[in-house]
């Protein structure tokens, strides 16, 4: 299966799609296109570093959103991409990209959705958020995406417990290593393996 990776930032998580490319269980899959929101996301190099294509569309460089939804939509098309993931990826996706990749485009998300999720609630800031409220256990959800943010059917969700003297920061690092870098290859695996189905806005796993 052919899948195109979006990002923002660092890309810790595409980093863990391309190391099970190579030694995990993704060895069947292709990263066919890496599309950033930011010219200086490092995940950018982490793409240059591996071979992979990679493009940058920022919707502040085009005339109009619907513009650059369109070109997004026929830049995934045509690099042969079934699926799209989102790995740090910061831009709520237009109309024409959610609906021409619908239930197949899926997003990490840094907290156990519906807690700490939707707009503005990324990076440290679920993280401070969890802290804040006093939750004994966090972790990561993998879901699918429609028009709202972290809004389409949970796929898959990993915890870690809240420890004494955690900070955001050591619960993001966490969360990231114990649970978004396993459960965001394995969300890929089920699906290139045509085990995840969705009905009424639920997704089910048959394992
Ligand atoms: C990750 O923690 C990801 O879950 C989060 O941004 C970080 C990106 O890190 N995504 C969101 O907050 C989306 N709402 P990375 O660039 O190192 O993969």
Not at 65 to 71: G, I, L, M, N, Y
Not at 77 to 82: D, H, P, R, V
Request: net charge neutral.
């Amino acid at each position: 299966m052919k899948i195109a990776v979006f990002v923002s930032g660092g890309g810790t998580n595409l980093q863990a799609i391309i190391d099970n490319t190579k030694t995990g269980i993704l060895k069947d899959i292709e990263i066919v296109l890496v599309l950033s929101s930011s010219p200086s996301a490092y995940a950018l190099t982490r793409a240059a570093d591996n071979g992979i294509p990679s493009v940058v569309m920022r919707a502040a460089d085009y005339p109009s959103r619907e513009q650059w939804d369109s070109e997004m939509a026929e830049c995934v098309q045509k690099s042969g991409a079934e699926l799209i993931v989102l790995a740090g990826y910061l831009s709520l996706l237009g109309p024409k990209t959610v609906s021409m990749y619908s239930n197949r485009i899926i997003n990490i998300h840094p907290a156990l959705i519906p807690s700490f999720c939707g707009a503005g609630m990324y990076g440290i800031k679920p993280h401070k958020a969890a802290l804040a409220r006093g939750v004994k256990v966090s972790g990561a959800t993998v879901h699918f995406v429609n028009e709202n943010y972290d809004d389409g059917p949970i796929l898959l969700q990993k915890s870690v417990d809240v420890l004494p003297g955690d900070t955001p920061e050591t619960l993001q690092k966490r969360i990231m290593q114990e649970c978004e870098w396993k459960i965001l290859p394995k969300a890929i695996r089920l699906i290139a393996d045509g085990k995840v189905s969705i009905e009424n806005n639920i997704a089910y796993v048959t394992e």
